[in-house]
């Protein structure tokens, strides 16, 4: 089983909407977790961190399911600029690091 | 302005001839990390240091080599390049190991290896 799993869509909304996207991880053990965004051939850049109480930014909010071992991440009204790839980020398993999923990609229609 | 830079940012070589990516970052931070990312693979570390003299593993080693002399600077070096090494890769750091620290990233280096 892969450490962290994403559904790579792509996700297609209309402006305006709700989209929420989830990821499974692997490591119960795994306490801090992170969103972040790529836009095409370019860094991945922070969005957001994850807590164990949930965590809001804006439009963006994440949750944190232990029980069930996903973080989720949910935008609501939806912008054009909000196209990217949502890359879900929890901490690697036997060594000091961060492990990837493959990415969400969201495109976001007018 | 706080930053990751590495260089070059495209390169196209050949078959066997050594180069090197470099990649250095002014936030004091003591981690830093490579990745590579290719289309449905996600990123996957290649190696990381979590301090001066300090480098290990990632999830894909083979075929590239790092050293961490200073802080701020962690190249990554493939010495006989290969065209499955060919990848836009991205250096990162953080303040510290510990899983609780965001990574700040490059703005990545495309290889191609013919």
């Known amino acids: 089983r892969k450490e962290v799993e994403q559904d790579p869509g792509p996700f297609n909304v209309p402006e305006g909407a709700t989209v929420a996207f989830n990821c499974t991880y692997s490591?119960?053990?795994?306490?801090?977790f992170f969103w972040y965004r790529q836009d095409c051939r370019k860094e991945p850049k922070l969005l957001m961190s994850?807590?164990?109480s949930g965590n809001e930014d804006g439009r963006f909010t994440a949750q944190l399911n232990r029980a069930s071992q996903y973080i989720s991440l949910l935008i609501r009204d939806s912008k054009l600029s909000d196209s990217a790839t949502y890359l879900c980020?929890?901490?690697?398993?036997?060594?000091?690091?961060?492990?990837f999923g493959s990415g969400t990609r969201l495109q976001v229609q007018p | 302005e706080a930053q990751v830079t590495q260089n070059p940012r495209y390169l196209i070589t050949v078959t066997g001839k050594k180069l090197t990516v470099t990649c250095s970052q002014n936030?004091?931070?003591?981690?830093m990390s490579w990745y590579r990312q290719d289309p449905g693979l996600g990123l996957r570390q290649i190696y990381y240091?979590?301090?001066?003299?300090?480098?290990d593993k990632g999830d894909v080693p083979e075929g590239y080599k790092v050293s961490r002399k200073e802080k701020r600077n962690f190249p990554l070096i493939l010495e006989s390049p290969s065209p499955n090494q060919t990848s836009l890769y991205f250096c990162?750091?953080?303040?510290?190991?510990?899983?609780?620290?965001?990574?700040?990233f490059g703005d990545g280096t495309r290889l191609s290896i013919l």
């Open positions: 990162a750091s953080s303040s510290t190991g510990f899983s609780n620290q965001p990574q700040h």
């Open positions: 490591n119960s053990a795994s306490q801090s």
């Open positions: 994850v807590y164990s």
């Open positions: 980020v929890a901490p690697s398993r036997g060594r000091r690091a961060l492990t």
């Open positions: 936030m004091n931070h003591e981690y």
């Open positions: 240091s979590m301090n001066v003299e300090v480098t």
